[in-house]
């Protein structure tokens, strides 16, 4: 017998229906949990059509299948809704907090590479040798 909308029969045969994973969605007859997509997620459990994947927020990512939003870690930002993956700060620029939508400038006198999480004051060394501080105009 097919199983029902929410719910899912993995192997062949099997006589039980397993209910339908959160981050995904089962639609009756289904053998397996489809997941969200990037950019969504659900934290339901017994889903039954996709409308239960819900719009990552921004500040926030979603693989396939995520169950919760993932919050931007530092040095990283997403200014977008129903994204996939975050974006890494810029050199010249930091972001210190989870979840942000924008990085922060770097202040004349800090160093700050790409995906930066804090404003360093020590100068790097360049590759010429000689040592050198991000300043913004």
Not at 73 to 81: C, E, F, N, T
């Amino acid at each position: 017998t097919p199983c029902a909308a929410g719910s899912f029969q993995p192997s062949t045969g099997a006589k039980e229906c397993e209910t339908c994973t959160a981050g995904g969605y089962c639609e009756g007859g289904a053998a397996s949990v489809t997941l969200c997509p990037e950019g969504f997620f659900s934290a339901a459990e017994g889903a039954k059509t996709n409308a239960t994947c819900d719009v990552c927020p921004e500040g926030h990512a979603c693989p396939p299948g995520a169950v919760l939003p993932n919050a931007c870690s530092p040095g990283s930002v997403q200014p977008d809704a129903g994204q996939g993956t975050c974006r890494g700060c810029d050199a010249g620029s930091y972001q210190d907090e989870p979840g942000r939508l924008a990085c922060k400038p770097c202040d004349v006198g800090f160093f700050c590479p790409r995906g930066s999480s804090v404003r360093s004051s020590t100068c790097m060394p360049s590759a010429s040798g000689k040592a050198f501080c991000h300043s913004t105009p």
